[in-house]
């Protein structure tokens, strides 16, 4: 079946860097998804790999292996607006989003 | 990026009545629509796949009588629920693609639903 693992939870304090990570398993693959999500609000778009490596924009970074079905969210010089959850989704080879469940962060002053 | 308008953002209405959510693509044609439900602290859950013209394709164990999906042009879709019951309270959300493309998913703003 298909499946999309992250952390429930997360605490990290305000200017620090923190790593959400992301295990999934899809029937094909088209690519890997990260969104933020606050409380009563719709996802928002941070960023999107299909290729191994590294992609950074700004604060935020995202790996991914492929070969290892396996992602992470980057996020440097935390700030008390980042406090939200963060959904990372697959696409499958119809093209459609697997999501998680959503990493809730709580960022401490 | 392309924008996708949802209304309205918060309802509430009484137990057996119909609750019309809209959801329009303001500067892009979407050829298909999605629509999820989310529970608190839970993940988006897809219900149902809409195409411009035809049926909607809908999830397992989501009723097709009860959420009525209309998409009638390439820039508007609709979710109907219908005989409302206090259970369907829920957010929920829509979202557009651009045809034959990978990109991300453009969010409506997501409507509230109380059934009271």
């Known amino acids: 079946g298909q499946n999309i693992d992250q952390p429930t939870e997360m605490t990290a304090t305000e200017g620090a860097i923190v790593q959400i990570n992301c295990t999934y398993q899809?029937?094909?693959?088209?690519?890997l998804f990260w969104y933020q999500q606050h409380a009563g609000e719709a996802p928002t778009f941070l960023s999107y790999n299909v290729l191994d490596g590294l992609e950074e924009k700004g604060r935020f970074s995202s790996f991914l292996s492929r070969s290892k079905g396996y992602s992470y969210l980057l996020l440097k010089e935390l700030q008390m607006k980042d406090s939200a959850s963060y959904l990372c989704a697959a696409m499958d080879s119809n093209y459609q989003l697997i999501w998680g469940a959503g990493t809730k962060l709580i960022i401490k002053p | 990026g392309a924008v996708v308008s949802q209304h309205p953002s918060w309802v509430i209405c009484k137990s057996g009545t119909s609750v019309k959510i809209e959801c329009r693509s303001l500067?892009?044609?979407?050829?298909?629509m999605f629509w999820y439900r989310q529970f608190p602290k839970q993940s988006l859950m897809l219900m149902a796949t809409s195409n411009e013209g035809s049926k909607a394709t809908y999830e397992q164990g989501v009723e097709k009588d009860k959420f009525l999906i209309n998409h009638a042009s390439l820039t508007l879709s609709t979710l109907t629920v219908t005989s409302a019951h206090p259970e369907d309270s829920s957010f929920y959300i829509c979202?557009?693609?651009?045809?034959?493309?990978?990109?991300?998913?453009?969010f409506g703003q997501g409507t509230r639903l109380t059934v009271v």
């Open positions: 979202s557009a693609s651009l045809e034959g493309e990978i990109t991300e998913a453009f």
């Open positions: 500067d892009f044609q979407a050829t298909t």
């Open positions: 899809t029937s094909g693959f088209n690519g």
